[in-house]
């Protein structure tokens, strides 16, 4: 069996946070896990207002290219 994984860079920088801080301790620390929740949530829209943007960078260069 083969896995394969195609991940950004910020959910890369997510998975390596979340398995050096959260994995190894469980919820041992608790005091963590709103702040790791937070770290989780602002990933995910960094990563999201970056696919706009390359979205919006896309059509801004068909629309210069029809002109």
């Not at 620390?29 to 990933?43: D, E, I």
Request: one cysteine or more; charged letters at 25%; a negative charge.
């Amino acid at each position: 069996m083969v896995e394969i994984q195609v991940r950004t860079i910020l959910e890369e920088a997510w998975s390596e946070i979340d398995h050096t801080i959260r994995y190894p301790y469980g919820d041992g620390k608790r005091t963590l896990s709103p702040c790791l929740l937070f770290l989780n949530r602002l990933l995910g829209n960094a990563d999201e207002m970056g696919s706009f943007i390359k979205l919006l960078n896309d059509h801004v260069g068909e629309t210069a290219a029809e002109k």
